[in-house]
């Protein structure tokens, strides 16, 4: 079983800046990687699939990297509607896919 | 628009059965894979089930093996979920979610499943 670890579990900053948010893989997913963004009360939100391509509608400030083990999603300058909590997901094993425990980014 | 509207929660005691539904529409159902996702209350997500498009090939998470059937109706573009023994950590808001190239591309908003006596 793939298994994925996010850090730091929370990130408080401040409107207008740059959040960095990390996954890692116990194996390699390849780029078989996307991240999501659940609001409170809300449903997860595909952001980033193929660990860098951005899903339709998605802002600019949004952007993802790596690929094998480590990868990185960046919010370049956090708006209001961005403090939420992030998941990534391995796909690589598909079917069956896995989700990491989840980085929260809240308001400083 | 992709609309996807799950049903079928409640309150159940341990060890019993409860079914899911999804109503999906606003794309093709039948060539869409199909999962269920859920999440306990205050943690993280949990895959759970998908089953292929047209082919009904189905997976399922160990912790749910032997006790969970996901199925679908073409003909009626419904995805369900039939839980059965349920325990008390199945208690989870359950989603179900379009699957487009590997990844959970559109969810619905969940039903609550609540197992306790």
């Known amino acids: 079983e793939i298994v994925l670890t996010q850090s730091p579990a929370t990130l408080s900053l401040s409107p207008g800046e740059r959040a960095t948010l990390s996954c890692r893989a116990s194996?390699?997913?390849?780029?078989?990687l996307a991240w999501y963004q659940q609001k409170p009360g809300q449903a997860p939100r595909l952001l980033i699939y193929?660990?860098?391509k951005r899903a339709t509608g998605v802002p600019a400030r949004f952007s993802g990297s790596g690929s094998g083990t480590d990868f990185t999603l960046t919010i370049s300058s956090l708006e209001p509607e961005d403090f939420a909590v992030y998941y990534c997901?391995?796909?690589?094993?598909?079917?069956?896919?896995?989700f990491g425990p989840g980085t929260k980014v809240d308001i400083k | 628009e992709v609309q996807l509207l799950e049903s079928g929660g409640g309150l159940v005691q341990p060890g019993g059965s409860l079914r899911l539904s999804c109503a999906a529409s606003?794309?093709?159902?039948?060539?869409?894979?199909m999962s269920w996702v859920r999440q306990a209350p205050g943690k993280g997500l949990e895959w759970v089930s998908t089953?292929?498009?047209?082919?009904?090939?189905?997976h399922y998470a160990d912790s749910v093996t032997g006790r969970f059937t996901i199925s679908r109706d073409n003909s009626k573009n419904t995805l369900y979920l039939q839980m059965s023994s349920l325990r008390a950590g199945d208690t989870a808001l359950y989603y179900c979610?379009?699957?487009?190239?590997?990844?959970?591309?559109?969810w619905g908003q969940g039903t609550l499943v609540t197992v306790s006596s």
């Open positions: 979610a379009t699957i487009f190239g590997g990844y959970t591309s559109y």
């Open positions: 606003g794309f093709t159902f039948i060539n869409q894979a």
């Open positions: 089953v292929s498009g047209s082919l009904d090939t189905t």
């Open positions: 194996q390699s997913v390849s780029s078989y």
């Open positions: 193929d660990a860098s």
């Open positions: 997901q391995q796909r690589s094993n598909w079917p069956i896919f896995t």
